[in-house]
């Protein structure tokens, strides 16, 4: 298995600018979850979907951030329009079960100038 | 008062060290806890569950005290590879909520 993808791996974008990630996660895995980590704040929950349903998104920081999970194989973080507070690493992960084991993705390191 | 505090560190240890890092989580209703590890620029990867009778796996001991609401990770004879960021994580088992994650203890062994 190729384990959770994400991308893009890098993004440099300017102040307002719209900013969509992608993700897939492990296929026969039904729940995952979008983080952002930042050496201020750690590691902070966005969101995280069960079978493509939003289950929690009471982590997404205000109306600028959206997501979708169209199918079971693919999710997008859309991020519009940035702000440069919104700089941070924005990991996918996705698991079998709201509690267990996450298996992360590489991660997509965002810099809004 | 955070879901779950840890000491930010850094540790800093000679190899062959033994080293202790604590969690403490806030709601006493939690049923499940980990810990990850997170090297540099690299995503997180579980190392370990914390089992109420505690656990071993090599030289990671992982403790839970329910009454103090801590958990512990204990690293014995502690290896250069060793360095890295672990966090502490825990299922707070209350309405929608997943996993939360400490902000992570950074540990550097030295040689």
């Known amino acids: 298995d190729a384990g959770v993808i994400q991308s893009p791996r890098h993004e440099v974008t300017e102040m307002g600018q719209e900013v969509t990630l992608r993700c897939k996660p492990i296929?026969?895995?039904?729940?995952l979850f979008w983080y952002r980590q930042t050496m201020m704040r750690g590691l902070e929950l966005l969101i995280y979907?069960?079978?493509?349903?939003?289950?929690?998104d009471s982590g997404m920081p205000e109306d600028r951030f959206s997501a979708k999970m169209p199918n079971a194989s693919f999710s997008t973080l859309k991020i519009q329009p940035s702000e440069p507070r919104d700089s941070a690493v924005y990991f996918c992960?996705?698991?079998?079960?709201?509690?267990?084991?996450?298996?992360f993705g590489p991660g997509t390191r965002l810099t809004v100038l | 008062r955070k879901e779950v505090e840890q000491d930010p560190g850094p540790f800093n240890v000679p190899e062959g060290a033994t080293v202790a890092f604590n969690c403490t989580y806030s709601?006493?209703?939690?049923?499940?806890f980990f810990w990850y590890r997170q090297d540099c620029r690299k995503e997180p990867k579980l190392l370990m569950s914390?089992?109420?009778s505690g656990n071993e796996d090599g030289r990671f001991t992982a403790q839970l005290n329910r009454a103090s609401q801590y958990i512990s990770l204990l690293i014995r004879d502690s290896k250069l590879s060793d360095s890295a960021t672990y966090l502490c994580?825990?299922?707070?088992?209350?309405?929608?909520?997943?996993?939360?994650f400490g902000s992570g203890t950074r540990l550097q062994v030295q040689p």
């Open positions: 914390v089992y109420s």
């Open positions: 296929s026969g895995h039904d729940y």
């Open positions: 994580v825990v299922n707070p088992y209350t309405g929608r909520r997943a996993l939360t």
């Open positions: 979907f069960n079978n493509n349903v939003p289950i929690d």
């Open positions: 992960a996705s698991s079998m079960t709201s509690v267990g084991e996450q298996f």
């Open positions: 709601n006493s209703a939690s049923q499940s």
